[in-house]
Each structure stands twice: as structure tokens, then as C-alpha cells.
């Protein structure tokens, strides 16, 4: 049995285990076409909290411009207009620990320096994760929050988010809601509870962990987790 087949059996009895293998994914926006997904690693599964692990070097789709070029190399002013494809590219760097919690219309990345010392958290504003038998998918909302291990925490991306708006990416109802979920995040920032208080700082992925496969249907339509 492959390690995605297990990943989907487990989907259907209800976790995943630790150590299975999921795609974690994004619809592009305005579309219900899947243009970012990341194969990871499974760290906890339980009814309140889905954690993962992208390690350096996995095989990932992304967005690009139908040249080839990366979105954030194109102008603001044209970066959500011209026409895109996808390419796929390889994570570096430490890799990058996503934790979710059911529901909630953001998740929190942890990012590292080579070293292993602890950089910030990632506010990322987003679709609440929808669970189906090989992954997760959501769709970004462009605002970000990055957060300081001094408690410090500031807006990201606000003009990608304002000018995803100008363009017809996000109505005008959608992005208060997306700005109310934002205000939401700042307040739990703010009460600095988990998972800024639960020391995931200090967790490692396992040495023996393979990097995950991007699979070649890597785009297919979900098959949903049973009950």
C-alpha cells in the first residue's frame, strides 16, 4: 500500500496518524481550480488541532505567470491580471510546521533559520481547512499576520490584499469578512494562548521521516472523508 493510499484510508476512519502522508492545498481565487499543493507529513491529527510538516526539499505546485515568472517578481498592478499557469518547484530551507485548528479561518506556520532558531509565527488568513480523503483544501485570503517570539506581531500583504480587491478577486463583502477574521486572529494573537504558548518552537520532525511525493493527480477533485 502506498503512503498516500494510507494516508486516505486513515482519512476515512477519521484521523490520520502521525507520519502519513496528505496534500496540503489551494484553490486559486475566484476559481475552483487547485493551483498550490504541498505533499507533508502528518505530526498530530486529533479533533482540535491538525499539525504537518513541508520539509526542505519536497516537490510543490505553485502559481506562475504563463512566461514562467513568479508572481511576486510581477508588478502589483498586473500581478493578478495576467494569465498564470502552474510549474513545480522544490520547498527549501527548514521546512515549515502548519497547524490548524477545525474551523478556524487561518492557520499558523513556524518558520526557522537554518540553525534550527526560532524565527516567527504565520498568521495565514484563509479558507477554514476543508478535510477530504488525500488532504485538505482551502483558499488564501492574501492577508497575513507575522508574529514575534517578543509578542510582537504586524499586517502582511495588505496591498496584495487591496489590489485582489480592485480586480474582482475578492468582493467587497468577502474582504470585510476576511478583515473581520483578521481582527479575530489579533485578538488571539493578543491573548497569547496556544499555539503561541505550547511550545511548538522546540518540536523537530523525525530524522526517519521520507519527503513526501507530489503524486501526478495531484489536482484531482476531492474525494470526500466519510463520517
Not at 530551507?93 to 478556524?104: F, M, N
Not at 503561541?196 to 530524522?207: A, C, V
Request: aromatic share 12%; with cysteine; charged share 25%.
Amino acid at each position: 500500500m502506498t503512503a498516500q493510499v494510507e494516508a486516505e484510508s486513515a482519512s476515512d476512519a477519521g484521523h490520520w496518524a502521525p507520519g502519513d502522508h496528505i496534500l496540503w492545498r489551494y484553490r486559486a481565487n475566484a476559481t475552483d481550480r487547485v493551483h498550490i499543493c504541498r505533499p507533508v507529513t502528518v505530526v498530530q491529527d486529533t479533533d482540535d488541532l491538525l499539525a504537518v510538516w513541508l520539509a526542505s526539499g519536497t516537490a510543490c505546485v505553485r502559481p506562475v505567470l504563463a512566461d514562467g515568472t513568479p508572481p511576486y517578481q510581477e508588478p502589483l498592478a498586473t500581478r493578478y491580471t495576467k494569465p498564470r499557469t502552474t510549474a513545480v518547484g522544490t520547498w527549501t530551507g527548514t521546512g515549515v510546521l502548519k497547524l490548524a485548528r477545525p474551523g478556524e479561518p487561518w492557520s499558523v506556520w513556524l518558520f526557522w533559520d537554518l540553525d534550527w532558531r526560532f524565527r516567527n509565527w504565520y498568521v495565514n488568513l484563509e479558507e477554514p481547512l476543508a478535510r477530504w480523503a488525500g488532504g485538505v483544501d482551502s483558499e488564501d485570503h492574501f492577508l497575513d499576520i507575522a508574529v514575534y517570539p517578543d509578542r510582537r506581531w504586524e499586517w502582511k500583504d495588505e496591498d496584495e490584499f487591496a489590489q485582489a480587491q480592485r480586480v474582482g478577486l475578492m468582493s467587497a463583502a468577502r474582504a470585510e469578512e476576511v478583515r473581520a477574521a483578521g481582527h479575530a486572529a489579533v485578538e488571539h494573537i493578543e491573548s497569547w494562548g496556544a499555539p503561541f504558548t505550547s511550545g511548538w518552537e522546540g518540536w523537530r520532525p523525525d530524522p526517519a521521516w521520507p519527503v513526501p511525493a507530489l503524486p501526478d493527480d495531484w489536482g484531482r477533485v476531492p474525494a470526500p472523508q466519510r463520517a
